[in-house]
């Protein structure tokens, strides 16, 4: 029988990245970004997922070299936009349990950038792992979140067109207008989403960090949660969320541009993969034009 051990420690690490506090926050904090640095290597059955909210969970697991599998299963216990993240998590080795830890990320602005504070206690399990391994695996982890936040903020961006949806319209009212219809959520509970489908909002906290909570629920009844998080707002010009929900994840872009004496409003989806883009592209591009045919009727009864 193997003997049994349990170490426990604690260790503490300090960055400074050369970004804002809330572009820190959202590589962490969405989907897409974080699985750019964080998920393993890609090899054959690797497999990450992320529902970032308090007591959503986060996922990663696959193979080392083709040889070692590992599993590496979270829970957020604690968010405050832009500035905290507590989460627990565990990890195995070849099915094997190595480590079970809390960790604490915090933010603050330093200078022009951000200081990055992670503190991580961890009760490391029958010498299948130490805490000199774990942080400088976490440090590594941390130099790849440098680089993509190097490679983001240079706006160096990958090609996405194959993972794409557009949708846009000319609107005969001014920016503010159209703005307005999406920034105001009693304006749009009345118009989001596919004909017949209706809203009811729990949470819309319109600004970097913030949730948008909502159930839509469709002609037949069915009712939809959604869940998304909200990364930029620039009033009148662009929103841009990440939209985390069980069913559909994906980053939409909203931009607000005048064109002649009206506004050019674009719904812009960019999804994790081109297969997840196939399988929704049908109905999603139907359901766009639904949406800005009842944006359409809305600003009109609004003008009238």
Request: glycine fraction near 8%; include cysteine.
């Given at each position: ?209 913030g949730e948008w909570r909502f159930t839509m629920r469709g002609p037949d009844g069915r009712d939809f949660p959604n869940y998304s998080v909200f990364r930029e707002i620039v009033k009148n010009e662009r929103v841009v969320f990440d939209h985390v929900g069980t069913i559909h994840r994906f980053e939409m872009r909203l931009s607000f541009v005048p064109e002649g004496r009206g506004t050019r409003f674009t719904m812009h989806l960019v999804f994790d ?32």
């Amino acid at each position: 029988m193997a003997e049994r051990s349990i170490a426990h420690a604690t260790f503490k690490i300090e960055r400074l990245f050369a970004a804002s506090p809330q572009q820190v926050y959202a590589a962490w904090a969405d989907p897409t970004a974080k699985a750019a640095w964080f998920r393993g290597p890609e090899e054959k059955g690797q497999k990450y997922s992320l529902d970032f909210r308090l007591g959503g969970t986060e996922h990663s697991s696959g193979q080392v070299n083709g040889k070692v599998a590992y599993t590496y299963d979270a829970v957020i216990q604690n968010i405050v936009p832009n500035e905290r993240i507590v989460y627990s998590y565990h990890m195995t080795i070849d099915g094997k349990p190595i480590s079970v830890s809390l960790s604490t990320l915090e933010l603050s602005p330093e200078c022009t950038g951000t200081k990055l504070r992670y503190t991580e206690t961890g009760a490391f399990l029958d010498g299948l792992d130490k805490v000199e391994y774990r942080e400088h695996g976490t440090k590594e982890l941390l130099d790849k979140l440098n680089g993509e936040l190097e490679r983001r903020t240079a706006g160096a961006t990958p090609d996405t067109s194959n993972r794409e949806i557009v949708s846009s319209r000319v609107f005969d009212v001014p920016v503010e207008t159209v703005y307005a219809a999406f920034a105001d959520p009693e304006q749009l509970k009345h118009w989001w989403g596919p004909k017949g489908f209706t809203n009811v909002f729990e949470t819309f906290d319109l600004k970097p960090g913030g949730e948008w909570r909502f159930t839509m629920r469709g002609p037949d009844g069915r009712d939809f949660p959604n869940y998304s998080v909200f990364r930029e707002i620039v009033k009148n010009e662009r929103v841009v969320f990440d939209h985390v929900g069980t069913i559909h994840r994906f980053e939409m872009r909203l931009s607000f541009v005048p064109e002649g004496r009206g506004t050019r409003f674009t719904m812009h989806l960019v999804f994790d993969s081109p297969a997840e883009r196939a399988a929704v592209e049908r109905y999603i591009i139907e359901g766009n034009t639904e949406n800005l045919d009842r944006l359409g009727a809305a600003l009109q009864r609004s003008a009238a």
